[in-house]
Protein backbone atom coordinates (compact mmCIF):
# COMPACT_ATOMS: atom_id res chain seq x y z
CA UNK A 1 0.00 0.00 0.00
CA UNK A 2 1.10 3.61 -0.92
CA UNK A 3 2.30 5.60 1.63
CA UNK A 4 -0.43 8.51 0.33
CA UNK A 5 -2.91 5.91 0.19
CA UNK A 6 -2.88 4.98 3.96
CA UNK A 7 -4.86 6.44 6.43
CA UNK A 8 -2.63 7.33 8.91
CA UNK A 9 -4.54 8.71 12.29
CA UNK A 10 -2.93 11.27 14.02
CA UNK A 11 -0.59 10.59 16.90
CA UNK A 12 -0.55 12.42 20.22
CA UNK A 13 2.24 14.74 20.10
CA UNK A 14 5.42 13.47 22.47
CA UNK A 15 4.55 15.14 25.78
CA UNK A 16 7.64 16.94 27.50
CA UNK A 17 8.07 17.07 31.35
CA UNK A 18 6.27 20.17 32.25
CA UNK A 19 8.88 21.46 34.65
CA UNK A 20 11.60 21.10 32.20
CA UNK A 21 9.13 22.66 29.59
CA UNK A 22 9.00 25.37 32.07
CA UNK A 23 12.96 25.41 32.72
CA UNK A 24 13.70 25.52 29.15
CA UNK A 25 11.02 28.62 28.80
CA UNK A 26 13.09 30.39 31.39
CA UNK A 27 16.40 29.41 30.12
CA UNK A 28 15.46 30.90 26.70
CA UNK A 29 13.67 34.24 28.35
CA UNK A 30 17.22 34.51 30.08
CA UNK A 31 19.48 33.95 27.30
CA UNK A 32 17.10 36.27 24.78
CA UNK A 33 17.15 38.84 27.14
CA UNK A 34 20.81 38.80 27.48
CA UNK A 35 21.42 38.82 23.97
CA UNK A 36 18.71 41.77 23.79
CA UNK A 37 21.53 43.26 25.58
CA UNK A 38 24.65 42.37 23.40
CA UNK A 39 25.87 39.04 25.09
CA UNK A 40 27.25 37.17 21.45
CA UNK A 41 27.95 34.00 23.86
CA UNK A 42 23.98 33.22 25.03
CA UNK A 43 22.70 34.12 21.74
CA UNK A 44 24.59 31.81 19.88
CA UNK A 45 23.71 29.05 22.75
CA UNK A 46 20.10 30.21 22.22
CA UNK A 47 19.84 29.87 18.75
CA UNK A 48 21.44 26.78 19.07
CA UNK A 49 18.93 24.95 21.44
CA UNK A 50 16.51 26.39 19.69
CA UNK A 51 17.31 25.08 16.06
CA UNK A 52 17.73 21.62 17.65
CA UNK A 53 14.26 22.27 19.28
CA UNK A 54 12.53 23.61 16.15
CA UNK A 55 13.97 20.74 13.85
CA UNK A 56 12.64 18.53 15.82
CA UNK A 57 9.12 19.51 15.81
CA UNK A 58 8.94 20.58 12.30
CA UNK A 59 10.37 17.20 11.46
CA UNK A 60 7.60 15.19 13.93
CA UNK A 61 4.54 17.71 12.06
CA UNK A 62 5.28 17.96 8.67
CA UNK A 63 8.32 15.36 7.97
CA UNK A 64 11.61 14.90 7.48
CA UNK A 65 12.00 16.21 4.07
CA UNK A 66 15.04 18.36 3.34
CA UNK A 67 12.76 21.81 3.22
CA UNK A 68 12.63 21.56 6.79
CA UNK A 69 15.75 22.96 7.21
CA UNK A 70 15.94 25.46 5.23
CA UNK A 71 12.69 26.30 7.48
CA UNK A 72 14.72 25.94 10.56
CA UNK A 73 17.62 28.41 8.68
CA UNK A 74 14.46 30.74 7.95
CA UNK A 75 13.09 30.49 11.48
CA UNK A 76 16.62 31.53 12.76
CA UNK A 77 17.12 34.74 10.60
CA UNK A 78 13.27 36.00 12.01
CA UNK A 79 14.25 35.10 15.29
CA UNK A 80 17.65 36.81 14.42
CA UNK A 81 15.26 39.66 13.45
CA UNK A 82 12.52 40.13 15.77
CA UNK A 83 14.73 39.99 18.58
CA UNK A 84 13.64 43.19 19.74
CA UNK A 85 10.43 42.61 19.68
CA UNK A 86 10.67 39.95 22.83
CA UNK A 87 9.68 41.28 26.09
CA UNK A 88 11.30 38.92 29.10
CA UNK A 89 8.30 39.28 31.19
CA UNK A 90 6.28 37.39 28.95
CA UNK A 91 6.45 33.76 28.15
CA UNK A 92 9.25 32.48 25.48
CA UNK A 93 7.74 29.77 23.49
CA UNK A 94 4.48 32.05 22.36
CA UNK A 95 6.55 34.30 20.78
CA UNK A 96 8.95 31.31 19.61
CA UNK A 97 6.27 29.07 18.12
CA UNK A 98 4.25 32.45 16.39
CA UNK A 99 7.08 32.65 14.65
CA UNK A 100 7.71 29.01 13.83
CA UNK A 101 3.84 28.34 12.67
CA UNK A 102 4.20 31.46 10.51
CA UNK A 103 7.47 30.66 8.57
CA UNK A 104 6.72 27.36 8.68
CA UNK A 105 3.48 27.46 6.78
CA UNK A 106 5.19 30.84 4.89
CA UNK A 107 7.15 28.12 3.08
CA UNK A 108 5.17 25.42 2.61
CA UNK A 109 2.72 27.43 0.83
CA UNK A 110 5.69 29.61 -1.34
CA UNK A 111 6.65 25.73 -2.21
CA UNK A 112 9.75 25.38 -0.86
CA UNK A 113 10.00 21.75 -0.43
CA UNK A 114 9.12 21.54 -4.14
CA UNK A 115 11.94 23.40 -5.12
CA UNK A 116 14.35 21.53 -3.25
CA UNK A 117 13.44 18.23 -4.56
CA UNK A 118 13.13 19.41 -8.17
CA UNK A 119 16.94 20.81 -7.18
CA UNK A 120 18.10 17.45 -5.91
CA UNK A 121 16.28 15.67 -9.03
CA UNK A 122 13.03 13.46 -10.28
CA UNK A 123 14.83 10.34 -8.75
CA UNK A 124 14.32 11.64 -5.23
CA UNK A 125 10.67 12.74 -6.22
CA UNK A 126 10.01 8.91 -7.91
CA UNK A 127 11.40 7.57 -4.68
CA UNK A 128 9.19 9.48 -2.14
CA UNK A 129 6.42 8.44 -3.95
CA UNK A 130 7.06 4.87 -4.24
CA UNK A 131 8.78 4.01 -1.28
CA UNK A 132 6.94 2.67 2.70
CA UNK A 133 10.26 3.33 3.86
CA UNK A 134 10.62 7.12 2.34
CA UNK A 135 10.01 10.28 4.63
CA UNK A 136 6.65 10.82 3.32
CA UNK A 137 4.71 8.77 6.53
CA UNK A 138 6.69 10.98 9.23
CA UNK A 139 5.18 14.06 9.69
CA UNK A 140 2.22 13.21 11.99
CA UNK A 141 0.63 16.33 11.21
CA UNK A 142 0.59 15.80 7.62
CA UNK A 143 -0.90 11.93 8.35
CA UNK A 144 -3.50 13.64 10.26
CA UNK A 145 -5.06 15.26 7.44
CA UNK A 146 -8.11 13.78 5.74
CA UNK A 147 -7.02 11.29 2.62
CA UNK A 148 -7.95 13.66 0.25
CA UNK A 149 -6.56 16.79 1.31
CA UNK A 150 -3.05 15.24 2.12
CA UNK A 151 -2.79 13.73 -1.09
CA UNK A 152 -3.60 17.21 -2.82
CA UNK A 153 -0.76 18.74 -0.25
CA UNK A 154 1.71 15.69 -0.39
CA UNK A 155 1.63 15.79 -4.41
CA UNK A 156 2.19 19.44 -4.76
CA UNK A 157 3.84 20.78 -2.12
CA UNK A 158 6.01 18.26 -0.94
CA UNK A 159 6.58 15.95 -3.98
CA UNK A 160 6.63 19.15 -6.64
CA UNK A 161 3.67 17.68 -9.03
CA UNK A 162 2.38 20.65 -11.15
CA UNK A 163 -1.30 21.00 -10.36
CA UNK A 164 -2.72 19.41 -13.67
CA UNK A 165 0.15 16.14 -12.86
CA UNK A 166 -1.42 15.99 -9.14
CA UNK A 167 -5.20 16.73 -10.57
CA UNK A 168 -4.76 13.66 -13.33
CA UNK A 169 -3.07 11.27 -10.61
CA UNK A 170 -6.22 11.78 -8.05
CA UNK A 171 -8.45 12.10 -11.22
CA UNK A 172 -9.75 14.98 -10.23
CA UNK A 173 -10.30 18.57 -11.84
CA UNK A 174 -7.63 21.02 -11.46
CA UNK A 175 -9.72 23.45 -9.80
CA UNK A 176 -11.01 20.97 -7.11
CA UNK A 177 -7.17 20.35 -6.75
CA UNK A 178 -6.50 23.79 -5.75
CA UNK A 179 -9.90 24.44 -3.27
CA UNK A 180 -8.11 20.91 -1.88
CA UNK A 181 -4.65 22.33 -1.22
CA UNK A 182 -6.21 25.42 -0.17
CA UNK A 183 -8.09 23.37 2.70
CA UNK A 184 -5.38 21.08 3.75
CA UNK A 185 -3.05 24.76 3.91
CA UNK A 186 -5.47 26.02 6.30
CA UNK A 187 -5.92 23.18 8.45
CA UNK A 188 -2.67 22.58 8.60
CA UNK A 189 -2.17 26.32 9.69
CA UNK A 190 -4.74 25.65 12.39
CA UNK A 191 -3.77 22.10 13.71
CA UNK A 192 -0.43 24.07 14.08
CA UNK A 193 -2.23 27.30 16.03
CA UNK A 194 -4.17 25.12 18.49
CA UNK A 195 -1.73 22.54 19.43
CA UNK A 196 -0.16 23.43 22.54
CA UNK A 197 3.35 24.64 22.69
CA UNK B 1 23.37 26.50 0.75
CA UNK B 2 25.35 27.54 3.81
CA UNK B 3 25.07 24.51 6.90
CA UNK B 4 23.34 25.48 10.42
CA UNK B 5 25.84 26.50 12.21
CA UNK B 6 27.85 28.81 10.13
CA UNK B 7 24.09 30.67 9.81
CA UNK B 8 24.84 30.41 14.08
CA UNK B 9 28.32 31.92 13.50
CA UNK B 10 27.35 34.48 11.22
CA UNK B 11 24.13 35.38 13.43
CA UNK B 12 26.16 35.73 16.17
CA UNK B 13 28.82 37.93 15.16
CA UNK B 14 25.95 39.90 13.66
CA UNK B 15 24.31 40.23 17.25
CA UNK B 16 24.52 44.28 18.66
CA UNK B 17 22.45 45.18 21.42
CA UNK B 18 18.57 46.70 20.76
CA UNK B 19 16.75 48.20 22.26
CA UNK B 20 13.14 46.57 23.16
CA UNK B 21 10.23 49.33 22.01
CA UNK B 22 7.35 50.31 24.04
CA UNK B 23 4.72 47.19 24.91
CA UNK B 24 1.86 47.30 21.96
CA UNK B 25 -0.74 48.04 24.62
CA UNK B 26 0.84 51.13 25.38
CA UNK B 27 1.72 51.87 21.94
CA UNK B 28 -1.59 51.48 20.96
CA UNK B 29 -2.98 53.67 23.73
CA UNK B 30 -0.59 56.31 23.00
CA UNK B 31 -1.48 56.30 19.09
CA UNK B 32 -5.21 55.88 19.67
CA UNK B 33 -5.25 59.06 22.10
CA UNK B 34 -3.09 61.00 19.70
CA UNK B 35 -4.89 59.86 16.62
CA UNK B 36 -8.63 60.48 18.24
CA UNK B 37 -7.21 63.86 19.28
CA UNK B 38 -6.10 64.90 16.03
CA UNK B 39 -9.36 64.18 14.05
CA UNK B 40 -11.64 65.40 16.41
CA UNK B 41 -9.77 68.59 16.54
CA UNK B 42 -9.57 68.79 12.81
CA UNK B 43 -13.08 67.81 12.48
CA UNK B 44 -14.16 70.83 14.50
CA UNK B 45 -11.54 73.43 13.27
CA UNK B 46 -12.39 72.72 9.38
CA UNK B 47 -16.15 72.28 9.77
CA UNK B 48 -19.26 72.68 12.01
CA UNK B 49 -20.61 70.27 13.93
CA UNK B 50 -23.96 68.80 13.98
CA UNK B 51 -25.83 71.14 16.47
CA UNK B 52 -28.37 68.33 18.19
CA UNK B 53 -25.05 65.44 18.36
CA UNK B 54 -24.29 66.07 21.97
CA UNK B 55 -28.09 66.20 23.13
CA UNK B 56 -28.89 63.27 20.75
CA UNK B 57 -26.26 61.13 22.41
CA UNK B 58 -27.26 61.85 26.21
CA UNK B 59 -31.33 61.70 25.00
CA UNK B 60 -31.29 58.47 22.54
CA UNK B 61 -29.91 55.50 24.07
CA UNK B 62 -29.64 53.89 20.98
CA UNK B 63 -27.19 56.08 19.43
CA UNK B 64 -25.47 56.10 22.53
CA UNK B 65 -25.02 52.03 22.38
CA UNK B 66 -24.07 53.04 18.90
CA UNK B 67 -21.35 55.07 19.41
CA UNK B 68 -19.79 52.64 22.15
CA UNK B 69 -20.05 50.29 19.94
CA UNK B 70 -18.03 52.13 17.25
CA UNK B 71 -15.78 53.35 20.08
CA UNK B 72 -15.17 49.82 21.22
CA UNK B 73 -14.45 48.57 17.92
CA UNK B 74 -12.27 51.51 17.02
CA UNK B 75 -9.66 50.52 20.29
CA UNK B 76 -10.02 47.00 19.07
CA UNK B 77 -9.04 47.24 15.70
CA UNK B 78 -6.22 48.97 16.93
CA UNK B 79 -4.80 46.85 19.46
CA UNK B 80 -5.02 44.26 16.61
CA UNK B 81 -3.50 46.25 14.92
CA UNK B 82 -0.66 46.63 16.80
CA UNK B 83 -0.65 43.50 18.35
CA UNK B 84 0.02 41.79 15.03
CA UNK B 85 3.22 43.47 14.54
CA UNK B 86 4.16 41.22 17.28
CA UNK B 87 4.74 37.48 17.67
CA UNK B 88 2.85 36.36 20.02
CA UNK B 89 0.72 38.09 21.13
CA UNK B 90 -1.70 38.23 19.35
CA UNK B 91 -4.61 34.93 19.98
CA UNK B 92 -7.27 34.04 17.00
CA UNK B 93 -10.20 35.00 20.05
CA UNK B 94 -9.18 38.37 20.20
CA UNK B 95 -8.73 38.91 16.60
CA UNK B 96 -12.32 37.65 16.17
CA UNK B 97 -13.78 39.59 19.07
CA UNK B 98 -12.68 42.91 17.09
CA UNK B 99 -14.10 41.99 13.80
CA UNK B 100 -16.93 40.51 15.69
CA UNK B 101 -17.49 44.15 17.28
CA UNK B 102 -17.08 45.88 13.93
CA UNK B 103 -19.72 43.88 12.37
CA UNK B 104 -22.14 44.59 15.40
CA UNK B 105 -21.27 48.15 14.60
CA UNK B 106 -21.69 47.67 10.86
CA UNK B 107 -25.06 45.68 11.14
CA UNK B 108 -26.66 48.65 12.77
CA UNK B 109 -26.59 51.01 10.47
CA UNK B 110 -27.81 48.05 7.65
CA UNK B 111 -30.70 47.49 10.25
CA UNK B 112 -30.87 51.53 10.83
CA UNK B 113 -32.02 51.59 7.01
CA UNK B 114 -35.64 49.89 8.19
CA UNK B 115 -35.54 51.57 11.64
CA UNK B 116 -33.35 54.33 12.18
CA UNK B 117 -31.37 55.26 15.22
CA UNK B 118 -32.03 58.28 14.84
CA UNK B 119 -34.56 60.53 12.53
CA UNK B 120 -32.77 60.95 9.29
CA UNK B 121 -31.87 64.50 8.90
CA UNK B 122 -29.55 66.58 6.72
CA UNK B 123 -29.17 68.86 9.74
CA UNK B 124 -25.15 69.35 10.34
CA UNK B 125 -24.36 67.96 6.49
CA UNK B 126 -20.52 68.62 6.05
CA UNK B 127 -20.12 69.67 2.30
CA UNK B 128 -16.82 66.49 1.68
CA UNK B 129 -17.63 64.59 4.79
CA UNK B 130 -16.00 61.66 2.48
CA UNK B 131 -13.32 63.36 1.33
CA UNK B 132 -12.23 64.03 4.93
CA UNK B 133 -13.14 60.75 6.17
CA UNK B 134 -10.57 59.28 3.99
CA UNK B 135 -7.86 62.25 3.99
CA UNK B 136 -8.11 62.46 8.01
CA UNK B 137 -7.25 59.05 8.10
CA UNK B 138 -4.07 58.86 6.15
CA UNK B 139 -1.78 60.93 9.32
CA UNK B 140 -2.58 58.39 11.66
CA UNK B 141 -2.82 55.34 9.15
CA UNK B 142 1.40 56.70 9.08
CA UNK B 143 1.93 56.21 12.12
CA UNK B 144 0.72 53.58 12.96
CA UNK B 145 2.36 51.97 9.64
CA UNK B 146 5.95 53.11 11.09
CA UNK B 147 5.29 51.31 14.58
CA UNK B 148 4.31 48.39 13.27
CA UNK B 149 7.46 48.08 10.96
CA UNK B 150 9.82 49.19 13.74
CA UNK B 151 7.87 45.78 15.36
CA UNK B 152 7.73 42.76 13.61
CA UNK B 153 4.90 41.97 11.76
CA UNK B 154 4.69 38.48 10.56
CA UNK B 155 2.16 39.36 7.58
CA UNK B 156 3.23 43.10 6.83
CA UNK B 157 0.16 43.81 4.48
CA UNK B 158 -2.63 41.90 6.65
CA UNK B 159 -0.95 44.35 9.69
CA UNK B 160 -1.21 47.22 7.25
CA UNK B 161 -4.98 46.98 6.46
CA UNK B 162 -5.39 46.90 9.88
CA UNK B 163 -3.83 49.59 11.11
CA UNK B 164 -5.49 51.17 7.90
CA UNK B 165 -9.12 49.54 9.31
CA UNK B 166 -8.34 51.41 12.56
CA UNK B 167 -7.18 54.83 11.47
CA UNK B 168 -10.39 54.77 8.76
CA UNK B 169 -12.68 53.90 12.08
CA UNK B 170 -11.57 57.14 14.16
CA UNK B 171 -12.87 59.91 11.04
CA UNK B 172 -15.94 57.67 10.46
CA UNK B 173 -16.96 56.71 13.90
CA UNK B 174 -16.92 61.06 14.41
CA UNK B 175 -18.51 61.51 11.46
CA UNK B 176 -21.63 60.24 13.63
CA UNK B 177 -21.28 63.44 15.80
CA UNK B 178 -20.24 65.84 13.04
CA UNK B 179 -21.98 65.15 9.69
CA UNK B 180 -25.65 64.54 9.02
CA UNK B 181 -27.41 60.97 10.33
CA UNK B 182 -28.54 58.56 8.16
CA UNK B 183 -27.59 55.44 7.73
CA UNK B 184 -27.17 55.23 3.95
CA UNK B 185 -24.57 58.18 4.23
CA UNK B 186 -22.80 57.05 7.02
CA UNK B 187 -22.42 53.80 5.03
CA UNK B 188 -21.51 55.26 1.69
CA UNK B 189 -20.05 58.46 2.94
CA UNK B 190 -18.30 57.49 6.10
CA UNK B 191 -17.62 53.89 6.53
CA UNK B 192 -16.80 53.30 2.81
CA UNK B 193 -14.12 55.92 2.55
CA UNK B 194 -12.45 54.09 6.48
CA UNK B 195 -12.58 50.54 4.35
CA UNK B 196 -11.01 52.23 1.40
CA UNK B 197 -8.32 53.43 4.03
CA UNK B 198 -7.95 49.78 4.72
CA UNK B 199 -7.13 48.98 1.37
CA UNK B 200 -5.52 51.32 0.15
CA UNK B 201 -2.84 51.02 3.43
CA UNK B 202 -1.33 47.73 1.90
CA UNK B 203 -0.32 49.68 -0.99
CA UNK B 204 0.77 52.65 0.73
CA UNK B 205 3.71 50.18 2.89
CA UNK B 206 4.32 48.56 -0.45
CA UNK B 207 5.15 52.03 -1.77
CA UNK B 208 6.85 52.94 1.19
CA UNK B 209 9.26 49.89 1.60
CA UNK B 210 10.08 50.63 -2.31
CA UNK B 211 10.86 54.39 -1.56
CA UNK B 212 13.31 52.87 1.55
CA UNK B 213 14.92 50.01 -0.74
CA UNK B 214 15.92 52.34 -3.40
CA UNK B 215 16.98 54.95 -0.94
CA UNK B 216 19.21 52.10 0.57
Not at chain 1, 167 to 189: C, P, T
Not at chain 2, 132 to 142: G, I, N, R
Request: charged fraction near 20%; aromatic fraction near 8%.
Amino acid sequence: MSVLQADCKLESMPKQDSSSFSADDARWSRLMASAQSGDEGDYRQLLSELSDVVHRYLAVRLGGYDFVEDCVQEILIAVHQARHTYDARRAFRPWLFAIVRHKAIDAMRRGEARRRLQQVGNDTVERAVAGPDCELGSGQMIAGLPLGLREALTLTKLLGYSSAEAAQQLSISESALKVRVHRAMGKLKRMLEVESV
Amino acid sequence: MRTREQLLDSLASELTPVVRPPAPGLLCSTWLVASAAYVVLLTWLLGPIRPVALQQLLTVPRFSLEMLVGTVAACALAALAFRSAVPGSLSRGFAWGALGVLLLWLANFVLGIAIPTLEPSMLGKRDHCYLETFLYALPPLVGALYWQQRLYPMSPRRAAMLAGLAAGMLPALYMQIACMYEPVHILAFHVGPALLVAAVAPLMLLTWQKALAIGD
